[in-house]
């Protein structure tokens, strides 16, 4: 299917896209030759072919989703640079004087 120098301004236009002489000739050829290959596309059969949503048989390796103890306090600090109390120490951020 061949398109016309219109249909692509048409189109350019419809996408807010202003083109050039040497672009609408270019889009115009090569738009023509994407809408050839979909127009050989809807030659093949397809009826008895089954939808796909990939390509490749995958199937979920993720492990099941459930609960389980977490760290206690100590564990979680214990490869912590610094520890304040309970806390995580971390370096100021904030001059004394900033308000957030």
């Known amino acids: 299917m061949a ?10 236009a419809l996408s807010r896209i202003r083109l050039s ?18 127009d050989q596309l809807r030659e093949l059969q397809t009826q008895d072919v089954p939808p796909l949503a990939h390509a490749l048989p995958l199937q979920n390796v993720l492990r099941n989703d459930e609960p389980h103890a977490g760290l206690t306090t100590e564990q979680a ?13 971390v370096p ?6 900033a308000s957030a």
């Open 77 to 89: 600090l214990a490869g912590a640079p610094e520890a304040a109390g309970d806390f995580f120490r």
């Open 21 to 38: 002489e040497a672009e609408v000739e270019k889009f115009t050829t090569q738009l023509s030759s994407i809408l050839g290959y979909v």
């Open 3 to 12: 398109l016309s120098k219109q249909e692509v301004l048409k189109v350019g």
């Open 92 to 97: 100021r951020v904030l001059d004394e004087g």
